[in-house]
């Protein structure tokens, strides 16, 4: 089944001065026009292409990857507007509209935009919207503490970072617990903290439980290394110090260093700390 606004691996039918034209089942012939087509798209006997619409409405195959596909979120710039709407840049040479119904507030030119990619099953046509909240947020968040997402950072509020949930949901990266730069339309991972009683998501950059702590200790053992056994830091430096030299909160660091500690793996010195073997 060829689906219009993704990714499709086609068959050959046939070559024309246009280009070569490729099985798209249900949906009849796809042009993939000339300038896409290789030596080895003819040899193949196959294409992988990104299908979507043309300016006149015809399905239409190129090798040019979008910033995003149908169903996923982006962070996009308006190159222009018009009596329809707005139109983005997704990294296509047709540009993506957003319908005035579909903006928020007025679009203006060369602003960037949080939006959704949709198909309108009407027209065939791929478009966006920017009214988020219909496409968020629409089933109950079934994760687990401690589970690991995948996470884009939509914008900074007073409380921290508002970020997408694996493509689905929204929650939120609290201030006092990020311990590294994060910027806006950034993708990373992310552990689910706790969900609320609302339903809303609380998030952790860092991993919790033993396994994460275990982690910090190998980087912690890996800088003392580089530094030649002793590092100026111990549980009594700021938590800022901390945060600068390991990215890290001085809670997880206390946890690691305790257990290095433990396994003879490091000593207390009265001015930082100081590796005991490799």
Known sequence: MTK????????????????????????????????????????????????????????????????????????????????????LDWGLTKDLLVPYSEQRSKMVEGNRYWVFI???????????????????????????????????????????YKTIVNQEHTGILYKNQVFRPLEIGSKTTGYIAKIREDEKIDLLLEEPGYEKVDAISEKILSE?????????????????????????????FKKAIGGLYKKRLISFESDGIKMLKS
């Open 224 to 252: 003392l290394e580089a530094n030649g056994g002793f590092m100026a830091v111990s549980d009594k430096s700021s938590p800022e110090m901390i945060k600068a030299m390991f990215g890290i909160s001085k809670k997880n």
């Open 118 to 160: 949709y198909l309108d099953l009407l027209t065939n046509r791929v478009v966006a919207s920017a009214k988020l909240n219909k496409f968020l947020d629409n089933t109950p968040p079934e994760y687990t503490k401690g589970q690991q997402v995948d996470l884009i950072v939509l914008e900074e509020t007073d409380l921290g």
């Open 4 to 87: 219009i606004g993704n990714y499709n691996t086609l068959d050959v039918i046939r070559e024309t001065d246009n280009g070569v034209y490729l099985d798209g089942g249900e949906h009849g012939e796809i042009l993939m026009p000339k300038k896409y087509v290789d030596a080895g798209t003819k040899e193949r006997g196959t294409a992988e292409v990104f299908v979507y619409t043309d300016s006149e409405d015809r399905l239409v195959a190129t090798t040019e990857k979008p910033f995003a596909t149908v169903g996923e979120f982006a962070h996009l710039q308006v190159k222009a507007t018009g009596k329809f709407g707005a139109f």
